[in-house]
Every structure is written in C-alpha cells, then in structure tokens.
C-alpha cells in the first residue's frame, strides 16, 4: 500500500477502535469483541453485496455482443416496467454466489439496520410470511435478526455468527457503533478529497485484523489463544509457499494461516502476472479449534475475504475428537498452546499418531507434532510454533521422540526467534519444520535440491525491533532474509553459512549434539568485521597494550603503598 492509504487505514483503525472501546465500560473484551466484530461482518456482506449490485445494474444495461446480462429496454412497453425489471433482476441470487459474494437478504442489509434502528420499541417493521407484524424489540434483537437472516440463505455460515442480544446492551450504545460505521465510505474510500483504490474487502479485512490484535491485547493471556503475531504468520507462509493443495491447521483460533496463505497467493499472482483467482480456485482449506467463540470469529474471518473452508462440523478437542480423521494435507501449519499440560486422556494411549514415541502426558508439544506429521500428504510439508524446550529436552521421551524424527529424516529446519514476539506469553519459541519428501521435491515447476540428511539452522534472535516497550516485531527485510535463506539452501542456489545466523548441518553434526537442535550450537558466533588489519600486526598492537597497562597497574599499586605507608600503615 501506498503511504496515502496507510494513512486511511490508520485513521480508520483509530476511529473505529475508540468507537468500539466504548463497550468496554459495559462488557469485557471476551465478550466485546462478539459484537463489534459482529458489527464488521455484518458491515462487510452488506458492503460487498451491494458492490456486486452496481456491477450487476451496469452489465444488465450495457449493450454489447458478449454481454450474457444485458437485459433491454426495448423489451419493456415503458421505463416503469423496466425499471421494476431491473429491481427484481438484482434479486436473483445466483448472480451473487457466481461471484462469491454472501447473498445478503433486505432485512440483514446494513441500509435496513441503519433505518430501522433510530425507529421507537414496537414500530412494525415489516409482515413475515404468515403476514403476521414484526415489531421491534431492540436494536440487539435487530442486529441478530440479521445474522439469523444471513445463515438462513448461507448454509456455510449456519451456526456460526455469534448473537448479540445475551450481552444485554443498551439501544444507544449499538446505535453509536452502527453510525460510526456507517459514517464511513468503504466502498469508496477517500482521504483530504482524493480516492483511493482499496475496496471494502480490503478495508474490512483490514480493519477485522487490527481488531483482533487489539483484542488479543486486551484480553492478555486469554486472548493470545486466538491471536498469533501477523509477522510470525507471514514468515511461516513465506518459506512454506502454499501455492496449491490442502492447508491444514489443527489449533487454528482466528484461522491466521489461512489469510495469510490467501494474501501470500494475491502478492506472488502480481509478481506473476497471473490469475489470483484462478489460482486459488486449487487451494483448499481445513482447520480445527476446540473453543468455541474462536472457532465462530474463524468461520467469519474466512467468510469476510470470500475463502472457501472445512472447519468441521462443530469445534472440538483436536487430539480426541479429530474433524478431519482421512486428510492428508500438503501443507500444515499451526502454533498450538506451548507447552499445553492438560490434554491427555487414556483413550489416546495406544494412539496411531504416535509412530515416533508416546508424548508426555505432561506437555502436548509432541502431540501437536506428530499429529500434524499424521495428516501430512506423502509430499506434504509443515510448519509448526513451539516453545524453546522442545529443541532440547530429553525428559518424559522428548528426546526419543526428537532422536526419530531426526533419524526418520523429518526434520527440514529450526528457526529460534527473538523473544517478546509475543503478546501472551514471554516463553522463548522456535519454529520447526518438517517435510516427508527432502530428496526432490517441487515448489510450483522447481525442483528442491536434494537434502537427505541434511538439516539447516537458522538462529533469527537477532532480528526484528522493538515495536513498544513490550512486544517486538519483524520487518518485510527480516522476514525476506530467513525465507530466502531457506529457499536457498532448498534450492540449493546461493546458499552459503553464515556465522552466528545459519548453517547446514548433517546427521553427524546432529548426533554430536545428542540430537539437541538448538540452532545456536549450530550457527556459532557471529564473524567480527573485518578492518583489514594483519593479524601479526593486531597481535602485536594488542601485546603492546597490554604491556602498557601492567605498566601503568604496577605504577598504581607502588604509589596506593607509598600513601599507605606515609598515613602510618605497613604492607
């Protein structure tokens, strides 16, 4: 984007935060969030519907040879008759779902909740099927009218919007939040008189983004169930490149991944010069979540950006009550709870996930693995977050499990990362990546160089900066080194270790370390800038400098016993 827009964006994301920040008085952020982001979804289809009912009205009156919707007026005896044909034409629902756009019914249009919102408690709105009067209620009650109208003509979003009328909230304070909304254009966005590109897809799914990470701030620990860092999410994509094939993610809370594998394809379809939409027509996403308040804002959050998704039928436990038991994924990414203590259950003692080693009943770190290994396609690759101990300990069989991925030939890549990336937690983590193909592999029409027992460590705690006195972030640069790094050494083109930051390693290297994976023992320390000095003559200039100062110790030491001496103290 350029800076013009990101100014909009930014005075956008501050209008409407400080807007919605207002509930907080009312409700906490774990319940807040439902109705603002409520409020977005509802703002979003209805701006998108309508998007796709101008383009609509202009192809039915536009007279030309390839046009399959013209519909002329010379059809009609008068321009009344035309006009009603128009109308009803933009009703027709196909033309919506051709174009992946949420059919959106009049009572759940954002225009309907505008005007009938200001309207008095028990005002007829409108007859139901029966012709029986609807009256108002509330202005909640109007809202969940709306999402309910919504499910009803989607069977993908059915169960899934959350109602807002439980929080008990108080008409004018909704009525405040849709005027914020409404009071800006986001079909047509303008800043200081000249507009801008961005369409209400971009701007919504924007703007859903912030707030998720302003809630995952809000909520502390609570939130960060749902929220990973946008930057740490991107450079899993990044180096993974999921181009085609099924995405997979079994701890998915607001389904991260898969925006970013969406807005991974649109940038590299640009670079390309080809179809985006063609190309994620051969992507397919599926995910699972046990809560189910997140496992809702996931469904809406792939809703709003038109992603088709499998979520399962319900949310559910990953480990006992697997959604997805028969697929093989070609690529798996997740960044489940670190180091999760209460998740066993004797049912899973004998489980068939465990082909390297049972997992500690203790901490869920190599269950999470060896489950996405489960789920992995014959080629498939993963990407996986976890906690700093998991590169290392050899306790309850972490090190076993560690010693046969290892051997088994697995492991692809560890990557340890800064600290403070983090809003929930302040444990040190590292990402792991894992592929069953390392001798040839394809990325889209390229061939991966060979890397049978072979592993690369990069140790990325170095990089990134602080973004406030908290949390610490990765730049576009940061995030491009460690990619193209991997993409190198994959590819094996241009790849070459670089002190302190990456190395290749082998089985051998490995098992000198006992099979500790810890990126620093590989990397070694970082090589000092060269400033073309001779080391003969740097060592004979840092001899003379010490020389100096033994000199100049010894010269303080006689003078310290002479001032001694004359105070009357013997040494």
């Excluded at 101008?54 to 390839?66: G, N, R, V, Y």
């Excluded at 925006?259 to 994620?280: R, T």
């Excluded at 492991?411 to 390392?438: H, M, S, Y």
Aim: glycine share 6%; charged share 30%; with cysteine.
């Amino acid at each position: 984007m350029n800076n013009t827009e990101q100014q909009f964006l930014k005075a956008l994301d501050d209008k409407l935060w400080k807007a919605a920040d207002k509930l907080r008085a009312n409700l906490d952020a774990a319940n807040y969030k439902h109705v603002v982001l409520g409020l977005i979804f509802l703002k979003y289809v209805s701006d998108a519907f309508e998007e796709r009912q101008e383009e609509l009205l202009e192809l039915f009156q536009s007279d030309s040879d390839d046009n399959i919707y013209y519909l002329g007026r010379e059809d009609f005896e008068n321009d009344e008759d035309y006009q009603q044909a128009l109308l009803e034409e933009l009703e027709v629902l196909d033309y919506y779902r051709e174009a992946n756009v949420f059919w959106v019914p009049k009572q759940a249009r954002w225009s309907t909740l505008k005007e009938k919102a200001v309207l008095p408690v028990g005002t007829v709105l409108w007859q139901d099927d029966a012709g029986n009067d609807v009256k108002l209620r509330s202005v909640s009650w109007l809202i969940d009218n709306a999402l309910e109208e919504i499910e009803k003509s989607n069977a993908k979003l059915k169960g899934i919007l959350n109602r807002i009328t439980q929080y008990q909230l108080e008409n004018d304070k909704l009525l405040g939040l849709i005027n914020t909304f409404s009071d800006t254009s986001f079909t047509k966005p303008v800043l200081n008189g000249k507009k801008l590109s961005l369409h209400s897809k971009d701007i919504l799914g924007h703007v859903y983004e912030y707030f998720l990470g302003q809630f995952a701030l809000a909520e502390g620990k609570q939130g960060g169930q749902y929220y990973t860092p946008k930057s740490i999410v991107t450079l899993i994509v990044e180096m993974l490149e999921p181009y085609s094939g099924r995405v997979y993610d079994p701890a998915m809370g607001s389904g991260g991944f898969f925006v970013s594998s969406d807005k991974f394809i649109e940038q590299h379809a640009k670079e390309q010069h080809y179809d985006a939409s063609e190309q994620k027509k051969h992507i397919s996403v599926y995910g699972q979540e046990s809560n189910p308040t997140t496992w809702r804002l996931a469904a809406m959050n792939m809703a709003i950006r038109g992603i088709d998704f499998n979520f399962g039928k319900k949310n559910a436990d990953t480990f006992l009550d697997d959604q997805h038991p028969d697929l093989r994924a070609d690529f798996v990414m997740a960044n489940p709870p670190f180091n999760m203590k209460d998740w066993w259950s004797e049912s899973l003692a004998n489980d068939s996930r465990w082909k390297y080693g049972t997992p500690p009943k203790g901490n869920a770190n190599f269950a999470w693995m060896q489950h996405m290994i489960y789920h992995l396609a014959p080629t498939g690759s993963m990407a996986l977050l976890l906690a700093n101990g998991s590169m290392s300990s050899n306790t309850n069989n972490e090190g076993e499990i560690r010693r046969q991925l290892v051997e088994k030939d697995l492991v692809e890549c560890l990557v340890a990362l800064p600290g403070q990336l983090f809003t929930n937690t302040q444990i040190p983590a590292c990402i792991w990546f894992l592929t069953r193909d390392k001798s040839n592999g394809m990325v889209r029409n390229e061939k991966k160089h060979d890397r049978r027992e072979k592993f690369l460590f990069i140790d990325a705690r170095n990089l990134g900066f602080m973004r406030d006195r908290v949390l610490r972030d990765f730049t576009e640069q940061d995030i491009s080194k460690i990619s193209d790094t991997f993409h190198a050494w994959q590819r094996g083109e241009g790849y070459e270790d670089v002190p302190g930051f990456c190395k290749s390693a082998n089985l051998d290297d490995i098992k000198k370390h006992d099979f500790v994976l810890t990126p620093g023992r590989y990397v070694g320390a970082k090589e000092q800038e060269d400033d073309e000095v001779p080391f003969a003559e740097k060592m004979a200039q840092l001899s003379e400098q010490l020389r100096e100062q033994f000199a100049e110790n010894r010269r303080l030491e006689a003078e310290i016993i002479r001032n001694l001496e004359g105070l009357g103290y013997e040494l």
